[in-house]
C-alpha cells in the first residue's frame, strides 16, 4: 500500500472513532458534583450535577464517583455500573422523597442476565419523619449481582432493600446501617432462588430487620439488630431458608420468626430482652446449641435437627 494510502486509510479509521466517540459520548468514568451541570460531558473537570445526568454518559460496566458532597437525586440503573459515594472526596447523597432512591432493573446493554451493579458509600435518605418519606432506599426487580456497601438507609416507609425477582439472583450487603425503614432487607423471587448475604449490618429502630420471602436462601453474620418493633428483626418464610451466626439480637417485640415450613440454623447468637426471642415454628429451627438468650418474655426451644459439630 502507498503512503499516501495508508495516510487515507487511518485518516478514515481517527474520523469514524470520533463520530462512534460523539454519538455514543459514554466514558468508563465519569463524575458528579454538588456544583456540577448535566450538561456538561460528566469528566473530572466538567462534572455532572446527579446520578440520572451522568449514567446516560456513562459506559456500561463503568462507575460514576462523587467528587465532593452533595445531594445526587433518586436514579434509575438499567445496565451494570457502580455508584461510588467516594470517603475523602465526598459522600454521595440521595433525598427520596414519596418515591424509591434507587431502582435496579437491568434492562440495556450486552449483560442483562449477567449485570454487577455496585453501589458503595451511599447515603440515602427519604426525608426524616416527613410528611411524604421515602418508599425504599434500594428497589431491585432485575439484577444478576447487586453489592451494596458502606452505606446509610433511613426514613423509608417500605424498606432499606427491597429486592422481588422473577429469576435468581443476589444481594450482598456489607457494613450497611438501616434506621427507621419499613423493613431493613427484604428478598423474594417468584422463579429460581433469590440469595442474600449479609454482613457487618446494623438495623436499629425499624418495624422488621431481613426478612426473606419465598424461594430466599439467606445468610446473617456479625450483625446488630435492636428495637425493631411490630415485625422481627429476622424472618423465614415458608420455603426459605435462613442461616444466622454471630448475631446480637436486643430489644425487638421478635428477634428471629421462623415460620412453618422454613428452615433456620441459629449459631452462636446473642438473643437478650426481646419480647419474643425464637419465635414461630419449633421444628423449623435447627441449632447448634450455642446461642445465649436472656430476659427474652417468651422463646421457644429448637426441635429440628440440630446442627452438627465437627
Known amino acids: 500500500m502507498s503512503k499516501s494510502r495508508i495516510v487515507r486509510f487511518l485518516c478514515c479509521v481517527a474520523l469514524v472513532a470520533g463520530f462512534s466517540a460523539t454519538s455514543y ?20 473537570t466538567a462534572p455532572c450535577k446527579t446520578f440520572a445526568g451522568a449514567i ?22 438499567t445496565k451494570a455500573i457502580t455508584l461510588e459515594g467516594t470517603h475523602g472526596g465526598g459522600f454521595g447523597s ?26 458503595r458509600s451511599l447515603y440515602i435518605q427519604g426525608a426524616s419523619q416527613a410528611v411524604s418519606p421515602g418508599l425504599r432506599g434500594i428497589s431491585v426487580t432485575k439484577c444478576d449481582r447487586l453489592f451494596v456497601y458502606d452505606c446509610h438507609i433511613e426514613n423509608q ?31 423474594t423471587t417468584t422463579s429460581g432462588t433469590a440469595i442474600l448475604e449479609a454482613n457487618h449490618i446494623t438495623a436499629e429502630g425499624n418495624s422488621s430487620g431481613v426478612v426473606l420471602g419465598s424461594n430466599a436462601l439467606g445468610t446473617v453474620n456479625e450483625s446488630f439488630f435492636s428495637r425493631n418493633i411490630g415485625g422481627a428483626a429476622l424472618q423465614a418464610a415458608s420455603g426459605s431458608t435462613l442461616n444466622v451466626t454471630h448475631c446480637q439480637l436486643h430489644t425487638n417485640t421478635t428477634a428471629i420468626n421462623a415460620v412453618a415450613g ?49
Open 25 to 44: 459520548g459514554q466514558a468508563t468514568r465519569t463524575w458528579v458534583s454538588g456544583v456540577g451541570d448535566d450538561v456538561n460531558p460528566c469528566s473530572r
Open 56 to 77: 446516560s454518559k456513562t459506559a456500561e460496566g463503568g462507575e460514576i464517583s462523587v467528587l465532593d458532597p452533595g445531594g445526587f437525586g433518586t436514579v434509575t440503573i
Open 94 to 119: 440521595i433525598l427520596n422523597s414519596s418515591t424509591n432512591g434507587i431502582n435496579v432493573n437491568i434492562t440495556t446493554g450486552t449483560h442483562v442476565n449477567d449485570a454487577v451493579v455496585i453501589l
Open 157 to 187: 416507609s417500605t424498606a432499606g432493600i427491597a429486592s422481588s425477582l422473577a429469576a435468581t439472583g443476589t444481594v450482598f450487603v456489607q457494613d450497611t446501617d438501616f434506621s427507621n425503614v419499613g423493613t431493613a432487607i427484604s428478598v
Open 262 to 310: 422454613s428452615t433456620v440454623r441459629v449459631n452462636e447468637n446473642e438473643i437478650f430482652d426481646n419480647t419474643n426471642g425464637f419465635a414461630g415454628n419449633a421444628a423449623a429451627y435447627q441449632s447448634g446449641g450455642n446461642n445465649k438468650l436472656a430476659g427474652n418474655t417468651a422463646s421457644l426451644t429448637p426441635s429440628g435437627t440440630p446442627l452438627t459439630t465437627q
